[in-house]
């Protein structure tokens, strides 16, 4: 986030529209919207953090009910661990933001990134299953970091490995939410199509009129 933009701590009610990034990974990015213009700050408490956990289905039921029980009873540590979740946001902002534009990321970036994926990846267990060795969440795995946890998990496991050229930042006015691209083309310029291209077309029609009408006159 660009530090000489002011940004709004806003009450939002996450719904399946603002999940549009491709994956949970950059949809937590996407926590702040119009980072280009004016940034507003979705998580505005670690309930809400919870409740986008439950809507992206992150997390397994059962241990969001021990994280919602937990953050009751102890509100300090919940805060201060929504505190790092968005200090860890906007270092992986700052890092796929550069993978974009070509810039290698800074060692610290890396570092922090390493640290919250080997804590998800301690919150695993492998068990054989079925005539395979799977790796799923331990049943005690409640510390009040595990969503940070599980997204640099997913970034390092889902996200960084797809081909870098299909990563976005939507080129819609106050918006610079990533996603991926998964058109055939491979030339998207939106996070959503259905808002931002026809806006687009909207506004060429009405530069085209304005122009018909100056000729005219």
């Not at 953090?49 to 102890?74: C, D, F, G, M, Y």
Request: proline letters at 4%.
């Amino acid at each position: 986030m660009r530090s000489y933009l002011p940004v709004t701590i806003e009450s939002h009610q996450f719904a399946t529209r603002d999940i549009i990034g491709g994956d949970a990974a950059l949809g937590f990015i996407n926590t702040v919207t119009g980072r280009d213009q004016l940034p507003r700050d979705w998580l505005d408490s670690y309930t809400r953090l919870l409740e986008w956990a439950a809507l992206v289905r992150i997390l397994p039921e059962n241990i969001l009910r021990a994280l919602t029980r937990r953050a009751k009873t102890e509100p300090k540590a919940a805060a201060a661990a929504l505190t790092r979740a968005k200090v860890f946001r906007e270092t992986l902002f700052a890092l796929l933001k550069g993978i974009v534009s070509g810039s290698a990321p800074p060692k610290a970036m890396l570092a922090l990134l390493r640290e919250h994926w080997i804590a998800g990846i301690n919150a695993h267990e492998l068990r054989f299953d079925d005539g395979r060795v799977v790796a799923e969440l331990r049943n005690d795995a409640t510390d009040f970091d595990l969503i940070t946890s599980m997204i640099a998990y997913r970034m390092v496991e889902h996200v960084l490995p797809l081909p870098k050229d299909r990563l976005r930042i939507c080129h819609g006015p106050n918006c610079s939410w990533l996603f991926l691209d998964s058109s055939k083309a491979g030339r998207r310029r939106w996070c959503d199509m259905a808002v931002w291209g026809n806006a687009a077309k909207s506004r060429r029609f009405q530069k085209r009129s304005r122009q018909r009408r100056s000729a005219r006159r």
